[in-house]
């Protein structure tokens, strides 16, 4: 009982084509791979961040500043006050009017912590608008 596996004499043709299949096998791989990686690798801090929807309020003729200087005195426009007197000098700079913006301004060297006692101390005296002054900056250096 012998097998033959010669056909006779029939030559396979050699075939020059690549064979495409195990290089998209391991493309999609790859694919795999880099999709479970990348969201692995970028840094999120988890930040609860307060959403809002006002747009750029044009400034007022005459706004009314509130400076903290470094040393942690106030200042309303350019008279310094004390901080106990706060409420009666914004009182008295916006005629009781409680609806005017406060535009505050604070040194770069004040601590987070301090500035938010301000704003607590501009709430408590009832100035609920309250808007932050920033240096800006040219943006195309």
Same mark, same amino acid.
């Given at each position: 009982?012998?097998?033959r596996?010669?056909?006779?004499?029939?030559?396979?043709?050699?075939?020059?084509?690549?064979?495409?299949t195990?290089?998209i096998d391991?493309?999609l791989?790859?694919?795999?791979?880099?999709?479970?990686?990348?969201?692995?690798?970028?840094?999120d801090v988890a930040?609860d961040?307060?959403s809002?929807?006002?747009?750029?309020?044009?400034?007022?003729?005459k706004?009314l500043?509130? =400076? %903290?200087?470094?040393?942690?005195t106030f200042a &309303?426009?350019? $008279?310094p006050?004390?901080?106990?007197?706060l409420?009666? @000098? !914004?009182d008295q700079a916006t005629?009781?009017?409680?609806?005017?913006?406060?535009?505050?301004?604070?040194?770069? =060297? %004040?601590?987070?912590?301090?500035?938010?006692? &301000?704003?607590n $101390?501009?709430r408590?005296?009832g100035?609920?608008?309250? @808007? !932050?002054?920033?240096l800006?900056?040219?943006?195309?250096?």
């Open positions: 009982m012998s097998v596996l010669d056909h006779g004499g029939v030559e396979v043709d050699e075939m020059h084509e690549i064979n495409v195990p290089f391991v493309m791989v790859l694919l795999i791979i880099f999709m479970i990686a990348a969201p692995l690798a970028t840094v930040v961040l307060p809002t929807n006002t747009q750029r309020q044009p400034r007022p003729d706004p500043f509130l =400076t %903290v200087k470094p040393d942690l &309303v426009g350019d $008279e006050i004390a901080r106990s007197d409420a009666a @000098a !914004l005629g009781g009017d409680k609806e005017q913006r406060v535009f505050l301004r604070a040194d770069k =060297t %004040v601590a987070y912590g301090d500035l938010m006692q &301000v704003m $101390e501009l408590g005296a100035y609920l608008k309250v @808007a !932050l002054v920033g800006e900056t040219d943006q195309h250096r």
